[in-house]
């Protein structure tokens, strides 16, 4: 089995400061840091950092040469990346003195994805593989299509919510993750069990992970009704917690874990990560994990 994720690959530019802006605000940041980042960039690190031999497919700019760099420091095969004259998508990040973070996104590259790259990229994949979603590149929809077309199980992270999921068919993937907040507005609901206990209803060939910070995660699926608490610590800066949660999660389903184990695994790992500044590079080896 296979793993081909189609991600962002984004240029983390990430600021400390006292609180997030608010409008008509100048306020100076305690410090400037430039991280490789994307969701699709972090959950290749984590699932490559779990065990797992994940293909990257995404589009960057020539300034974002070092995002396939870091990606084979982790040893995530790259050879699907393509590089384009454009610029690359970016993010501008404020972190608080409570490690809470807001993220200002700019699409860039990973809005550039076309249906020849799709398909020559699924070409070298077919049915038992998997394919990973995030909504930060253009094409979802049609690429969760192609791939259950080919037989491929489809993992996908509802995040950053946009309206357009509501329109992605969302009954083709295996695993939906989201946290409170796109649960709500793909639900429609506001309780934490109501919003899982909803998805699940509406898509119910499709197994939900909704993780609510630190308060844990719930699971509706297949395997039935699971809440599990999250892990105490001291937070430093949540980027890339959820992204790690979901590399975990995934690598114990395929290696057969169990729902359980899975949730109590990728909190973990998803408490370490917070533990420790930037993304990719804040998430902990599969020993650190153990």
């Given at each position: 089995?296979?793993?081909?994720?189609?991600?962002?690959?984004?240029?983390?530019?990430?600021?400390?400061?006292?609180?997030?802006?608010?409008?008509?605000?100048?306020?100076?940041?305690?410090?400037?840091?430039?991280?490789?980042?994307?969701?699709?960039?972090?959950?290749?690190?984590?699932?490559?950092?779990?065990?797992?031999?994940?293909?990257?497919?995404?589009?960057?700019?020539?300034e974002g040469h070092f995002?396939?760099?870091?990606?084979?420091?982790?040893?995530?095969?790259?050879?699907?990346?393509?590089?384009?004259?454009?610029?690359?998508?970016?993010?501008?990040?404020?972190?608080?003195?409570?490690?809470?973070?807001?993220?200002?996104?700019?699409?860039?590259?990973?809005?550039?994805?076309?249906?020849?790259?799709?398909?020559?990229?699924?070409?070298?994949?077919?049915?038992?593989?998997?394919?990973?979603?995030?909504?930060?590149?253009?094409?979802?929809?049609?690429?969760?299509?192609?791939?259950?077309?080919?037989?491929?199980?489809?993992?996908?992270?509802?995040?950053?919510?946009?309206?357009?999921?509501?329109?992605?068919?969302?009954?083709?993937?295996?695993?939906?993750?989201?946290?409170?907040?796109?649960?709500?507005?793909?639900?429609?609901?506001?309780?934490?069990?109501?919003?899982?206990?909803?998805?699940?209803?509406?898509?119910?060939?499709?197994?939900?992970?909704?993780?609510?910070?630190?308060?844990?995660?719930?699971?509706?699926?297949?395997e039935g009704f699971y809440?599990?608490?999250?892990?105490?610590?001291?937070?430093?800066?949540?980027?890339?917690?959820?992204?790690?949660?979901?590399?975990?999660?995934?690598?114990?389903?395929?290696?057969?874990?169990?729902?359980?184990?899975?949730?109590?695994?990728?909190?973990?790992?998803?408490?370490i990560t917070v533990t420790?500044?930037?993304?990719?590079?804040?998430?902990?080896?599969?020993?650190?994990?153990?």
């Open positions: 089995m296979k793993i081909v994720n189609f991600g962002s690959l984004n240029i983390d530019y990430v600021y400390r400061v006292d609180e997030f802006l608010r409008p008509g605000e100048t306020r100076a940041a305690r410090s400037r840091s430039i991280f490789c980042g994307g969701k699709g960039l972090n959950q290749s690190a984590a699932c490559a950092k779990a065990g797992l031999e994940v293909y990257h497919a995404g589009i960057i700019g020539a995002l396939k760099d870091k990606l084979l420091s982790y040893h995530v095969r790259t050879e699907f990346i393509r590089e384009i004259p454009e610029s690359n998508g970016h993010t501008i990040i404020q972190v608080n003195d409570k490690g809470e973070n807001c993220i200002l996104l700019y699409p860039g590259t990973n809005a550039m994805l076309s249906d020849g790259y799709v398909d020559e990229v699924l070409s070298h994949f077919g049915a038992g593989d998997m394919v990973v979603l995030q909504n930060e590149t253009n094409m979802v929809g049609e690429i969760i299509e192609k791939a259950a077309g080919k037989g491929m199980r489809v993992a996908f992270n509802a995040a950053p919510y946009t309206d357009a999921v509501k329109g992605y068919p969302l009954h083709k993937v295996s695993w939906l993750f989201v946290n409170e907040i796109e649960g709500a507005s793909l639900s429609g609901k506001e309780a934490f069990e109501d919003i899982a206990r909803a998805l699940r209803s509406a898509y119910p060939q499709t197994e939900i992970i909704l993780t609510i910070g630190a308060q844990g995660c719930i699971y509706a699926g297949i809440e599990v608490p999250a892990q105490k610590t001291i937070p430093v800066d949540a980027t890339a917690a959820g992204d790690t949660f979901i590399g975990y999660y995934l690598m114990c389903m395929l290696k057969g874990y169990g729902v359980r184990r899975a949730l109590e695994t990728a909190n973990r790992a998803g408490a420790r500044k930037g993304a990719a590079d804040s998430i902990p080896s599969w020993e650190e994990v153990l």
